[in-house]
């Protein structure tokens, strides 16, 4: 995969490229990034990308021409080009999946009070990765194009992503790391029975409670199984102790803490 990043500051980029997924995924040859500075491009006599909106208005807008010359540049009949825009459709983890087939990407950043409105139509699509305010979509890019190559075969393991926060509909279960108790807060016993099945379906009881609890709007998407249903049940009448998991914890007593 191929993803072009269209800005102003290509500075912004510099951590991002040289740490962790992103660096090893580059470093196997799995993406290729490619940051182009936006000001390269421009014919203003004064190296100017910005100016006053015509009409009058606060702030500077993007022009169009340097815009537009960058995008022609820097892209191919294969690559599909994103605007960062509050007019977007909200980014989701069903988008990067989407974007993780197309052979090019290209990402535009703006800046200041906008882009002039002629450009969108030199782009594909608009994303907004949420209703808040932004300097610019410089940050907005990275955490597409960080969903999108996170999800490449070979940047990290198929078992790691199947067990995502979304990847299913549900947040995550709950995660814990040694030691076993601290300050007086343990693990819980089942995760150390060594029974697979039991600790599947206890983890997945704690999805959909904690689902229902932090994010009912997922939660209100979810097609549930016949075990979610008797799970759920298990929550609403409060039964942390269930026979299902007494049975787990007899059966693996000599492994639990």
């Known amino acids: 995969m191929?993803?072009?990043?269209?800005?102003?500051?290509?500075?912004?980029?510099?951590?991002f490229k040289e740490n962790s997924i992103i660096k090893r995924a580059i470093g196997k040859g799995l993406v290729e990034v490619n940051i182009v500075n936006i000001r390269d491009y421009t014919l203003d006599k004064y190296g100017r990308v910005d100016t006053p909106p015509i009409g009058g208005g606060a702030g500077l807008v993007m022009k169009c021409q340097p815009i537009v010359d960058a995008i022609r540049k820097n892209s191919?009949?294969?690559s599909h080009k994103i605007m960062l825009s509050p007019r977007g459709k909200t980014y989701t983890e069903k988008r990067a999946y989407e974007l993780k087939n197309e052979e090019e990407i290209l990402l535009l950043c703006g800046h200041y009070e906008g882009i002039d409105e002629r450009v969108n139509e030199y782009v594909?699509?608009?994303i907004s990765i949420g209703d808040y305010i932004l300097t610019g979509g410089e940050l907005g890019a990275m955490v597409i194009a960080d969903s999108?190559?996170?999800?490449?075969?070979?940047?990290?393991?198929e078992v790691s992503l199947d067990e995502e926060s979304f990847t299913n509909g549900l947040l995550e279960y709950p995660q814990y790391t040694e030691p076993d108790d601290?300050?007086?807060?343990?693990?819980?016993?089942?995760?150390?029975?060594?029974?697979?099945?039991?600790i599947e379906k206890y983890r997945r009881k704690q999805s959909l409670e904690l689902t229902k609890k932090f994010r009912p709007d997922l939660f209100n998407k979810i097609?549930?199984?016949k075990q979610d249903k008797k799970l759920l049940k298990e929550i609403e009448e409060g039964d942390n102790n269930p026979k299902w998991m007494q049975e787990a914890l007899e059966k693996g007593k000599k492994f639990t803490k």
């Open 2 to 15: 191929k993803i072009t990043i269209l800005t102003l500051f290509p500075d912004m980029f510099n951590g």
């Open 76 to 78: 191919t009949n294969k």
């Open 124 to 126: 594909d699509e608009q």
């Open 148 to 157: 999108v190559i996170r999800l490449l075969d070979g940047a990290i393991s």
């Open 182 to 198: 601290y300050e007086g807060k343990k693990v819980p016993n089942i995760l150390y029975t060594g029974n697979h099945t039991a």
């Open 223 to 225: 097609e549930l199984s």
